[in-house]
């Protein structure tokens, strides 16, 4: 029989980004999966399902049974050779199920019998799984993480990117994090969310810095919430402030916001009025969710300001007049309520300055831990 992969070994798997084969339903791997895994399962939904109900009806035995009765050798063949190509294409690939019981078992065997030897994990998923949110757990007893702070437009997102050691929040949950945060593509599940931090995090750790550097984010990104205790060492992290003028900000809002998400639209549809048609409504979205905070008559100003500057870019080729609203925006709505919150956290605060002093002070500290 192959080889198992037990808990000891779980830390290098993720963290060398191993191939795995899921043979999980799909509804299972759609709930919560990692990037590097590919579902091939040995059941259906509709089997699975039949399966779960003879199981809790009739017991394993007849469980067991239906199962070999629903994967007919035709089925079976036509699976078989699925997870054979994905063997030989993964050489270092394992396997695992939701447990890494009985579906992993069989899927093992099978292709052992076929000539091809692969590792199946002990536990399945929800072994993986388990170990990657004790990862991210930890933090709230140690004292390693440091957050990265700044007005709206900082360039904090590109910043903890450029780091040798950050995490990007807004990137994992595919969200940046604001009214107007929303992504082209949709935002992944919590617990896919969850696994990818915990990975992310190990990828970190096997650097051995003494701290982690991540964005100062609430707990919400999203649809997705940061989790509970990760989101307490976080709050408890000492504070780098970024401070970038007002202009610098305009335009990094103007790239991010406006230009690369036009394009990422594009892309989904290069149909150029369906483009036009959802980027538009993304916009005008996005400034209806904050229509209750900004008041009536500054949302009515700030839509004007935005229906024209659309106008033009979509006529004219030029979306410069973005700037305008982004402007006022930034000045009236998130640079008041940046401060507001901000100032509960002054006691956190170690250092200010702009994107390379920052930079330049937060690198040793990540390194070596001082403070």
């Known amino acids: 029989m192959s080889e198992t992969v037990s808990a000891d070994q779980f830390d290098s798997l993720f963290r060398h980004d191993a191939p795995l084969l899921d043979v999980r339903a799909p509804v299972e791997f759609a709930q919560g999966a990692f990037a590097t895994a590919t579902n091939l399962p040995l059941l259906t939904d509709s089997e699975r399902q039949q399966v779960g109900l003879t199981y809790r009806q009739a017991g394993r ?66 072994a993986l799984r388990r170990h990657l949110i004790r990862v991210v757990e930890q933090f ?28 990007d929040l807004e990137k994992l949950a595919n969200h940046r994090g604001s009214a107007f945060g929303k992504h082209v593509e949709p935002q992944p599940s919590q ?6 931090l915990g990975i992310a995090l190990l990828k970190c750790l096997a650097i051995e810095p003494r701290r982690i550097a991540v964005e ?29 003028n007002l202009d610098a900000r305009v335009q990094t809002i103007h790239m991010d916001y406006i230009q690369s998400n036009y394009q990422a639209f594009k892309v989904q549809h290069p149909d150029p009025d369906a483009a036009e048609t959802l980027f538009t409504e993304f916009l005008l979205g996005a400034l209806t969710r904050i229509k209750k905070r900004l008041g009536g008559e500054r949302y009515q100003h700030l839509n004007t300001l935005m229906l024209e500057a659309l106008r033009q870019q979509f006529q004219n080729r030029s979306t410069v007049a973005h ?36 930079k330049a002070w937060i690198q040793p500290m990540l390194r070596t831990g001082d403070s």
């Not at 390693?144 to 590109?158: C, I, Y």
């Not at 009236?332 to 300055?353: C, E, N, S, T």
């Open 61 to 126: 035995a007849a469980a067991v049974k239906l199962g070999h009765e629903l994967v007919t050798e035709t089925t079976r063949e036509t699976r078989l050779q699925g997870w054979q190509a994905f063997a030989a294409s993964n050489p270092d690939a394992l396997l695992y199920c939701y447990r890494g019981g009985l579906r992993s078992q069989f899927v093992q065997q099978w292709l052992q019998e076929a000539g091809v030897n692969i590792a199946r994990i002990e536990g399945g998923y929800k």
């Open 140 to 167: 709230d007893a140690q004292d390693r993480l440091v957050l990265v702070a700044g007005k709206t437009g900082s360039g904090k997102t590109h910043f903890i990117n450029s780091l040798d050691i950050g995490v």
């Open 191 to 196: 617990a896919n969310f969850e696994n990818a």
């Open 216 to 244: 100062d984010e609430s707990h919400a990104i999203g649809s997705i919430s940061v989790p509970k205790k990760f989101h307490l060492a976080m709050g408890q992290a000492p504070i780098a402030v970024i401070e970038e």
């Open 323 to 358: 700037e305008t609203w982004i402007r006022e925006l930034l000045q009236q709505y998130y640079d008041p309520m940046y401060d507001y919150q901000l100032g509960k956290k002054a006691d956190r605060i170690v250092f200010r300055g702009s994107n390379a002093e920052v």
